[in-house]
């Protein structure tokens, strides 16, 4: 078992920069998730640490190993593919013994490993099956059957779900998450679905333009975004970003009153459940409203803001209305608008 | 369409194709086969019921004729190992690795093919000669290469981009270094298609006839010996020769032709 230490990593492509100095620190046994849009780096840094790109500067250790300059197959890891990356001319069984083969195991234990690993995915109807012969799912299970295999001390996982169709992927993710856990493999994940990563993980990166903007537990993360970005990239419907004035540490507007930190103006981050729809606040101008069944999602404009909320389902709202909004002041999430980044509320 | 007229649709199509690639290979055979009253009978009868080697047996009898055949494949072996050695590295490396002046590369690989032989015969006819090349069949292997190579190179890497980057990423992370990650999972996905460029070689060299003449004196390739051989000769002799000339290519391909099928899908979807 080993965990995995990113002592400032930089990958640059040209002129243009990946990765900007990524310092990170993953226990021994943690599942992380790197969370963020496409081009955010997450991928090239999961690459960086398999060894199939190298980082313009900065190492990476695994365990008490210096890998920064070793072979991916001298790394003690395995690997998800986006794409399965099964290799077709070979059975199922002979896919999952790859990498126990290569290690020039007895055939006595690949057999039995082979086994645990294809009980523990249910592939074992499949095992002299070629891989066209199976559907996109069963052949995810494969890709994850072999990494399992090896008994990985680290695993390595590229958007694994992703090529897969949404009821699936609800279904792999739950039986993932209780493979994994059994495996007890530090996991680094890859994805840019944040329910995936929420879902999963014990802790998330979330990354953008090649920088972490910020690790924490996933409720940690949802409830205390330190940016702005984090703040709107996680949570459906994203965090609601406010842009008010404050005049002697307070924020005023119609209705609505709140001590805030800062002198001239500053965000407020709301999510849309943290809003009560009460007689008096914050002017709300109801454009559309979606019922979708556990609540009914409001959108419409605070001061000409956008601005969306979640009402209880039962409430009966139409497009046109004027509502009353109160934050719970609690849960506001100040950003200063200058740097993006979150900041306390004056005490 | 129903399932009853695709498949009438299909079927034509299938024995148009066979037929247009067997009827005249037959006519060939015929000829060979048929000794001289075959040749000039007409109607042509259908089944060669006075079938004779006579013919076949006195065009190989002919000085030469088994000496050149040799010749030949060998010529032809040694183009394709040769196409295939430098043309699939290169193919690889156009597929694998984005460098400087790739595409410029890829246009100067067609480029050798826009000088016309017929120039440059005289000055290789002497390089030749001054380094011992002349008439040997390593020689005309050579120049064979030099024709072949350009689509060795182009098909391989055409091939090489079709089997996913992802599959040798995984393979060196489940323990392989690069050259056994070629071995294990990149060749036995491309053989089918390498196996496709092989024959190309070996045909584009059994066929050639102009290097072939003018590079040797005794050690002419059969394309080249029957061209100076069957001017003078009978119809019916020219018929077996033409056969023999056929012949190679067949064999060849009827040997190759498990590869040239894919043998599972190289689908990654």
Not at chain 1, 230 to 241: K, R, Y
Not at chain 2, 208 to 228: Q, W
Request: some cysteine; aromatic content about 8%.
């Amino acid at each position: 078992m080993a965990g995995i230490r990113i002592d400032g990593v930089e990958k640059k492509f040209g002129q243009a920069t990946a990765l900007a100095r990524i310092d990170l620190d993953i226990p021994d046994g943690e599942f992380l998730a790197l969370l963020g849009p496409s081009g955010c780096g997450k991928t090239t840094l999961l690459r960086i640490i398999a060894g199939l790109e190298t980082a313009t500067a900065g190492q990476v250790f695994i365990g008490d190993r210096n890998v920064t300059e070793l072979q991916p197959r001298q790394r003690g890891i395995a690997m998800v593919f986006q794409n399965y990356a099964v290799f077709p001319h070979m059975t199922v069984f002979e896919n999952v013994a790859f990498g126990l083969r290569m290690r020039g195991a007895e055939d006595a234990e690949v057999k039995a490993q082979v086994a645990r690993a294809a009980e523990l995915l249910h592939i074992t109807p499949y095992l002299d099956r070629y891989p066209a012969k199976l559907s996109g799912g069963q052949r995810q299970r494969v890709a994850v059957a072999r990494a399992l295999a090896v008994r990985p001390s680290v695993l390595l996982m590229d958007e694994p779900l992703s090529n897969l169709d949404a009821l699936l992927r609800l279904e792999m993710r739950t039986e993932l998450k209780a493979v994994l856990a059994q495996s007890g493999a530090t996991t680094i994940y890859v994805t840019h679905d944040q329910t995936e990563a929420m879902g999963l993980a014990d802790r998330i990166a979330v990354m953008h333009k090649g920088v972490i903007e910020q690790i924490d537990r996933p409720q940690a993360l949802y409830e205390r975004p330190a940016t702005r970005f984090v703040g709107g990239f996680l949570g459906s419907p994203p965090m609601n970003f406010l842009d008010l004035p404050v005049r002697a540490g307070v924020v005023e507007l119609d209705g609505f009153r709140a001590a805030a930190p800062g002198t001239d103006r500053i965000i407020a981050g709301v999510r849309a459940e943290d809003v009560e729809i009460a007689d008096s606040g914050l002017p709300f101008d109801v454009r559309v409203a979606e019922p979708l069944g556990a609540m009914l999602l409001l959108s419409g404009a605070v001061a000409g803001q956008t601005m969306r909320v979640a009402a209880r389902p039962d409430m009966l709202i139409s497009a046109g209305q004027r509502l009353y909004l109160r934050p719970d002041p609690a849960r506001i999430v100040w950003i200063d608008p200058a740097t993006e980044r979150a900041v306390r509320a004056a005490a | 369409m129903s399932v009853g007229l695709r498949r009438v649709v299909l079927w034509s199509g299938v024995v148009t194709l066979c037929l247009w690639v067997l009827v005249p290979i037959y006519l060939i055979a015929l000829g060979a086969f048929g000794g001289r009253a075959g040749v000039f009978r007409w109607p042509k009868s259908l089944l060669p019921w006075d079938a004779t080697l006579a013919s076949m047996q006195t065009f190989l009898a002919v000085e030469g004729v088994g000496r050149a055949a040799v010749n030949g494949a060998l010529v032809a072996a040694l183009t394709m190992l040769l196409s295939l050695a430098l043309g699939a590295p290169a193919g690889y490396a156009l597929a694998r690795y984005a460098f400087r002046g790739a595409n410029l590369f890829r246009l100067l690989v067609i480029l050798t093919r826009a000088f016309p032989l017929a120039i440059l015969a005289l000055p290789l006819t002497v390089t030749f000669i001054r380094v011992g090349l002349y008439d040997t069949p390593l020689g005309v292997a050579l120049v064979h290469t030099a024709l072949a190579l350009p689509f060795a190179a182009l098909v391989s890497a055409s091939l090489f981009m079709g089997i996913p980057r992802e599959l040798e990423e995984a393979a060196w992370v489940f323990g392989c270094s690069r050259l056994q990650a070629f071995r294990k999972v990149v060749l036995p996905l491309a053989l089918p298609g390498l196996a496709a460029a092989a024959i190309f070689a070996f045909v584009i060299s059994w066929n050639e006839v102009f290097a072939a003449s003018v590079l040797t004196v005794r050690n002419k390739t059969l394309t080249a010996y029957l061209l100076t051989v069957l001017a003078e000769s009978p119809l019916h002799y020219r018929f077996a020769g033409g056969f023999l000339l056929i012949l190679p290519s067949i064999v060849f391909i009827f040997a190759v032709r498990k590869y040239l099928f894919a043998m599972w899908g190289v689908s990654n979807k």
